[in-house]
């Protein structure tokens, strides 16, 4: 097992060189907050204390102990209730959450680094505040004024944990076919159901648990229409703010899964008794738009796991390829041996992790920048911008870095040999814990869907195309003589950005809507690759002109070579997806059910 270490230079020229924290930071919300580079690397400093000290130390224990459910409910992995107490004794849980809830107020930007920090350490752990913050910002948006002075406090302080509670053993991802059943009785109502998969569902880490759920009222239509929200706290909450009796909710068993062994799944029963009270959030048969508030949430941030994941592989394969010995030189056929960092194929591993991890953690920063710009700006119209670039690209980070962070742990596992087939060495465990990803909060494929389906016809390809042009802005800025690293870069961007606007126009296209979502992940992935060599771009030009003023040379030429082996050796992947999509669904669905 190798020790995580923040990448914390990286992060802070990210947040502030490419993302850009100067304009966030000028935001007026921020007026009475120092918010710029000195903050960034104090947050980022003890941030990464926790996360390597404290955290990372229980990644493989948690692996191999895992959980256990008890006659008083699931036991943590030994060490993470300390752990979590440590984790909201430092305040991080309320990094991001408003001021008026005791949180700390400070910019997404900043708390998508720290919570890249505490995947990357233990995913396992940090599922349990990913969860609470996605309930917060469901509460915060939908939830009453009492619900909300009575709940998001203790939530924002991490006293209390969140869930979301909405696959169903018959339902899976077709939440119209969600059968749990709220019966209204005076000022709450009584849930009665099961729902499975549910993250953190039970734990003895915090006084209370308060459950997001996904109901039907006795009158409510069939589908998606149908579907209400409820409050269903662990423990009952008095007037007073204390705790008062036991709720009827419980675990009822766990699941056994391929990884994040220490992240308690649950199968939750509502109701066993004489019903499990629950308090509607909004109105109605609404609970579906609410829910999408804690998913879109959730979902940019589990795009953010595989971003972590894949540095924790690249770390531990780096430090192995500079410690194992084996072969000698290409072409050298005696003398010593040297350790496998020299060897071509290796080189070309790390240097595909390397680059995918920083062309990953650019476009998740940049649209953590624009989830704040959408949220604070004075300007409803540049919020109204803003919030659909993030509509946007929401599917890219999730779908795309998911997938992407299965690739990096793979390699991982590659770089290491034999021994990465080995649990010891915890290869493993990454690419384990990564394959959840493209599963949870929406297959891959619902992402495409969501994408090519719904974003890219909701404004007939706008969106994109205003994407498109920036991306084309950005070409145009880079370097032309011949040799020169911008150059290489530009040229490979442009023709990947071609490449998504001629599949972009063949989507939009009359088309049999089959034909299209068959495609739907390629274009997915193509938006994917040509985002990631954007802001790659993006980091080059920056990247040459400290160069030019003689700054930091080897973190600065390290960034320009790896923007060209992006640009060189991944974006070309983007005329290969074209090809597949412009090919559409035909061959895809041709065969019978029978011929399978």
């Known amino acids: 097992m190798t020790a995580y270490s923040a990448p914390t230079r990286d992060m802070q020229f990210v947040i502030n060189e490419v993302a850009g924290l100067a304009e966030v930071a000028g935001l007026p919300v921020y007026a009475e907050q120092d918010v710029g580079p000195e903050l960034t690397e104090a947050v980022l400093e003890e941030a990464a204390k926790l996360a390597s000290g404290v955290l990372a130390p229980l990644n493989h224990s948690g692996d191999v102990q895992g959980v256990k459910l008890g006659p008083e409910g699931v036991i943590p992995a030994d ?44 995913m396992s752990f940090a599922l349990c505040p990913l969860l609470t913050s996605g309930a917060i910002e469901a509460i915060s948006h939908v939830g009453s ?57 039970e734990h003895n880490m915090t006084a209370n648990t308060i459950h997001l759920v996904l109901a039907r009222t006795p009158d409510a239509p069939e589908g998606v229409k149908g579907i209400s929200l409820f409050i ?42 004489d019903g499990a009270i629950g308090y509607l959030v909004g109105e109605e048969n609404k609970g579906l738009a609410y829910m999408f508030i804690m998913m879109n949430e959730a979902r940019f941030k589990v795009g953010l796991q595989g971003l972590a994941i894949g540095e924790r592989a690249y770390q531990a394969a780096r430090e192995f390829a500079k410690d194992r010995v084996q072969g000698r030189p290409v072409g050298v056929k005696s003398g010593d041996r040297v350790t496998i960092i020299h060897h071509p194929d290796v080189r070309r591993m790390l ?26 700006h004075e300007d409803a119209e540049t919020r109204r911008r ?74 007939k390809g706008a969106s994109m195309r205003a994407l498109l042009a920036e991306i084309e802005a950005t070409a145009g800025e880079l370097g032309q003589e011949p040799g020169d690293d911008l150059a290489a870069i530009r040229a490979n961007l442009r023709d990947a950005a071609a490449a998504l606007a001629e599949a972009t126009d063949w989507m939009l296209e009359s088309h049999d809507p089959e034909d299209v979502m068959a495609v739907s992940v390629d274009y997915l992935m193509l938006a994917g690759f040509v985002c990631g060599g954007w802001q790659m771009a993006r980091a080059a030009r ?55």
């Not at 790896?562 to 991944?570: G, K, N, S, V």
């Open 145 to 201: 004024d009492r619900q909300k002075a009575t709940f998001l406090p203790k939530m924002t302080s991490g006293e209390w944990t969140g869930t979301m509670n909405l696959t169903e053993s018959q339902a899976g991802s077709d939440l119209s076919a969600v059968r749990a059943r709220a019966v209204p009785e005076g000022d709450h109502y009584r849930i009665f159901g099961q729902k499975i998969f549910i993250t953190w569902g």
């Open 386 to 459: 803003h919030q659909s670039r993030v509509d946007l690209l929401i599917p890219i980070v999730k779908g795309w870095l998911s997938e992407t962070g299965i690739e990096v742990a793979s390699l991982g596992v590659q770089i290491h040999g034999g021994m990465g087939f080995i649990e010891e060495t915890g290869a493993c465990q990454h690419l384990r814990d990564s394959r959840i990803t493209t599963i949870y909060e929406g297959t891959t494929g619902i992402q495409a869907a969501d994408l090519a389906g719904r974003k890219l016809n909701t404004d």
């Open 79 to 122: 060490g993470f209730a300390a752990a979590y107490r440590k984790f909201i004794e430092g305040g991080w849980n309320g990094i991001g959450c408003p001021a008026e809830y005791g949180g700390q107020g400070l910019p997404e930007l900043l708390n998508t680094a720290t919570e890249e920090m505490w995947n990357s350490a233990n």
């Open 232 to 273: 269903v706290p662990k423990f009952l909450v008095e007037p007073d703010g204390s705790l008062g009796e036991r709720n009827d909710v419980h675990a009822v068993s766990l699941e056994h899964k391929m990884g994040i062994h220490a992240s308690p799944t649950c199968v939750m029963a509502f109701g066993d008794r």
């Open 351 to 376: 240097m595909t992790m390397k680059a995918l991890n920083e062309a990953m953690r650019c476009l998740a920063y940049t649209v953590a920048k624009h989830l704040d710009l959408a949220r604070h």
């Open 542 to 596: 920056i990247a040459q002109r400290k160069l030019k003023d003689g700054q930091d040379s080897s973190f600065y030429e390290a960034k320009l070579v790896t923007a060209r082996f992006y640009a060189e050796h991944l974006l070309p992947k983007a005329r290969s997806l074209c090809a597949s999509i412009k090919n559409g669904g035909v061959s895809i669905m041709a065969l019978t059910e029978d011929q399978f």
